[in-house]
């Protein structure tokens, strides 16, 4: 009944704060983040390989009816379910989105025992401002009620007893740059808005109950086997629940489609109002960005899937079979994707390096643009400076080398001499700006004595 219901559904909150004040999580030990918010990826580049895979789908479905014609041996179908093309136009038109801004900012997670995580490492518990903005809001939030509430949601079964949870984390988007977009006219400057959860259990088996329970109470989930955990994604769900408990909400919307949804907000990401949008569609969460990110693979990929499936193209026999608002949406990502920014820079993503010509392997400017959101996985550099002074430079020179060398925005070289060739262009872009910058600090802090 509705009233059993709610009693269990109290009893679990109360087991859930019982249990996990009673284990305060499991601490993390040392400074490196052990429950980090997982990377996503580009939205064109899960579209474009949705698209691609249903194009070889129906290569291999044209070899089977050819052979069955023939009267030849049958091949295994099997391999085929996950590309059918109803499967397929489901995805695009008929599975609902939610989506919500993408904040420029660095992102901060504050687990159930207090602790605050950055992206790649925790924050010491003594630390009162992380990158240049107070830490004080998101310590004085009121987070572990909310995963208490969210726990109890997740993990509890029908007598309200929870799962055993090892860690959970509340995480949100530190606004540091307040500088960019509408920031400081909506007060979201130097503020922490949270956009998700991320609880890790002890068992797969208990995180696959967590999922599944998660999903029917209409949270918008995400389950790793691998890592055992949960990932709960910003929702009208989650808002409901953060606003319960008066933490900050980023406000989320859902669309029919996601042929509806980038219909709409084409526009808006055009006119660079904010850096982009994040996206769920069923269990798959990804992110839309503005023109002026860097974005390289992106584009390519775009940019060669668009051209094949247009009138001449290698796969322009198999645009029919495909829905007109499907195509239309691919048109409408490349021209967000390739649209020259008003920043002055007119970046759009174009192929780095790898092309054969002599010459520099990467492109300098998204270089920089890649070491400036490297610089946002960890604390300010000043930090490093004052604890260290020099001696910090070349630790910092192979973290931020590392960072900006394993992500997958810039479309650098996979491996070859051109890997090594850019990967020696990086460090001394690198090396060239933590110097400066380290300069910069030292001519300041001597001024201040």
């Not at 059993?4 to 679990?12: I, P």
């Not at 089977?64 to 049958?74: D, K, P, V």
């Not at 890997?419 to 990086?426: G, I, L, M, T």
Request: overall charge neutral; aromatic content about 6%; charged content about 25%.
């Amino acid at each position: 009944t509705p009233q059993q219901t709610k009693a269990n559904t109290q009893t679990a909150i109360q087991s859930s704060a019982t249990h996990t004040n009673r284990r305060t999580d499991a601490p993390i030990c040392s400074m490196q983040n052990k429950l980090p918010w997982p990377s996503i990826e580009q939205l064109p580049r899960e579209v474009c390989a949705k698209i691609s895979h249903t194009l070889q789908i129906m290569d291999q479905a044209a070899t089977i009816i050819q052979r069955a014609w023939r009267g030849l041996e049958r091949v295994d179908k099997r391999y085929l379910r996950n590309g059918a093309l109803s499967k397929v136009h489901q995805w695009f038109l008929g599975s609902p989105v939610i989506a919500s801004e993408k904040l420029d900012g660095t992102n901060v997670g504050k687990m159930r025992c207090g602790t605050l995580l950055g992206r790649r490492q925790a924050i010491a518990d003594s630390a009162t401002e992380y990158q240049h903005c107070s830490l004080r809001v998101v310590r004085e939030s009121n987070t572990d009620a909310v995963l208490d509430e969210l726990v109890a949601t997740l993990a509890s079964d029908n007598d309200g007893v929870v799962a055993a949870v090892q860690r959970s984390a509340i995480y949100g988007e530190l606004c540091c740059n307040p500088g960019l977009y509408h920031y400081q006219k909506t007060n979201l400057a130097r503020t922490w808005q949270p956009f998700g959860a991320i609880v890790q259990f002890q068992s797969v088996e208990s995180a696959q109950q967590a999922f599944e329970g998660g999903t029917a109470a209409g949270l918008t989930c995400v389950f790793s086997a691998e890592a055992k955990t949960v990932r709960v994604c910003n929702s009208p769900h989650f808002a409901a629940l953060l606003r319960k408990h008066e933490v900050a909400v980023i406000e989320s919307r859902t669309w029919a489609s996601l042929v509806d949804f980038v219909k709409e907000k084409k526009e808006w990401m055009c006119s660079e109002s904010g850096e982009g949008m994040v996206v769920s569609v069923n269990t798959k969460t990804a992110k839309w960005k503005i023109s002026r990110e860097p974005q390289t693979n992106a584009v390519q990929e775009l940019r060669t899937l668009t051209k094949s499936l247009k009138p001449g193209g290698a796969e322009a026999h198999k645009a029919a079979l495909l829905a007109p608002a499907i195509l239309q949406l691919l048109d409408d990502l490349y021209e967000v994707a390739t649209h020259v920014d008003s920043g002055g820079g007119g970046k759009k993503g174009g192929k780095v390096g790898g092309d054969g010509k002599k010459g520099p392997v990467t492109n300098a400017d998204n270089v920089l643009a890649a070491i400036a959101s490297a610089l946002t996985k960890f604390d300010s550099l000043s930090v490093s400076f004052a604890e260290k002074g020099k001696d910090a430079l070349g630790a910092l020179f192979n973290q931020i080398t590392d960072e900006v060398m394993g992500g997958e925005d810039l479309g650098l070289p996979a491996e070859g001499p051109e890997r090594v060739q850019a990967e020696k262009e990086v460090g001394i872009q690198v090396k060239r700006f933590v110097s400066e910058q380290y300069g910069a600090w030292l001519r300041a802090d001597q001024a201040a004595r």
